[in-house]
């Protein structure tokens, strides 16, 4: 028994009233109480803990295996974002196509024909170009181009003589001059361009003598000394008598049987009507849609004014449509200009 009047031996301690050999060193107050020699039986703290001494160097004696201790994370710092490419969409290069080798041509059969040309491949069948034509041959071969129209220089004749798409080379506007009537002979023949003739048509110094009728297709012309009315056909040149017998005169009715004596001006009308300053008539007439010729205004010569046959030329040179349907009339002999205001 021990207690505070009795004390435990050398290398004992006192624990719960019992003398009980010492672990390690025994302080004397573990010898003399009990209550305090308790302590003596929990195992001895560390000073320092282990986490603690995370950060020290180890000791000399401490495992050298041992996980070294993570360093204190700092704030994440964000990823920069990948770039998008400058596509989305995938785009593969093409493969280029083999060039097949050209298949030598076999012979052709005797006396097939075939379309060819011999020019540049862009003027063919522009302008005034055109295909000739290859026969086969006895051994197979195809013969020469025959009859194929190549370009040549251009000229000013309203064609397109180089065949690059441009008539005159393009060139109007410098005053290209071409003839597409008339061969240059007074006398009267109809047909194509060059191979018509007239025998003065009306001169364009006293008054507009030609009018393009209202699907311009045509112009008409007043033969002045055939004393026609004449057709020209824009498409080809092709010369026809519109009106009158060739007889100097005055008849009415059914065009072609009309009579005329020096008609000059014209105008063509949209409905197809045309109106002729019959000059040496003193007469203003209508070849009508339907081709009748009628007197609009006029008979005998004088001045004066009035409806219809009552009024007077002398000389009605040039006739032109106004504004409002109204025929202006350049009388010749009197010095004047009329207006026939046409009733419908």
């Known amino acids: 028994m021990c207690g505070k009047d009795r004390s435990c031996g050398v290398g004992e301690s006192c ?6 050999p010492c672990i390690g060193p025994c302080s004397e107050s573990q010898s003399e109480t009990g209550r305090e020699s308790i302590s003596v039986l929990e195992p001895p ?3 320092t803990s282990s986490l603690e001494r995370t950060n020290e160097a ?23 974002e990948p770039k998008a490419p400058e596509s989305s969409e995938y785009r593969e290069e093409p493969i280029p196509e083999p060039i097949p080798e050209p298949i030598p041509e076999g012979p052709c059969v005797e006396g097939v024909q075939r379309p060819c040309y011999d020019g540049p491949q862009n003027t063919r069948e522009i302008g005034r170009c055109r295909d000739g034509k290859q026969t086969c041959q006895a051994d197979g071969s195809w013969g020469p181009c025959v009859g194929s129209i190549l370009p040549t220089t251009e000229t000013c004749d309203g064609t397109d003589e180089d065949c690059d798409g441009h008539i005159d080379g393009g060139k109007s ?14 006398g009267f023949a109809e047909g194509f ?25 045509y112009l008409f012309v007043g033969d002045n000394d055939n004393h ?36 000059l001006g014209l105008v063509s009308e ?11 008539n003193y007469r ?40 409002r349907g109204d025929l202006y009339v350049a009388d010749f002999s009197n010095h004047t200009i009329r207006k026939i205001t046409i009733h419908p």
């Open 58 to 80: 180890p000791l000399p004696n401490e495992n050298p295996l041992a996980e070294e201790p993570l360093a204190e994370a700092g704030p994440i710092e964000s990823l920069p």
């Open 270 to 280: 949209p409905n197809g009507a045309v109106f002729v300053a019959d000059s040496i």
């Open 45 to 47: 703290k560390e000073s």
């Open 228 to 263: 026609q009315i004449r057709r020209i056909r824009l498409l080809d040149g092709y010369v026809t008598t519109y009106a009158g017998t060739g007889q100097r005169g005055f008849a009415e009715g059914d065009a072609l049987n009309a009579r005329f004596y020096a008609p």
């Open 193 to 217: 361009g060059r191979s018509a003739q007239f025998n003065y048509p009306t001169e364009l110094a006293i008054a507009p003598d030609i009018a393009i009728d209202a699907t311009n297709q």
């Open 173 to 186: 506007l410098l005053g290209c001059v071409s003839t597409i009537a008339g061969n240059g002979q007074r």
């Open 15 to 20: 624990v719960v009233d019992r003398c009980t």
């Open 284 to 323: 203003i007439r209508m070849i009508n849609p339907l081709g009748q010729v009628i007197s609009v205004a006029g008979g005998t010569r004088g001045n004066r004014d009035g409806f219809g046959n009552l009024a007077q030329f002398a000389g009605p040179a040039s006739v032109q449509r106004g504004p």
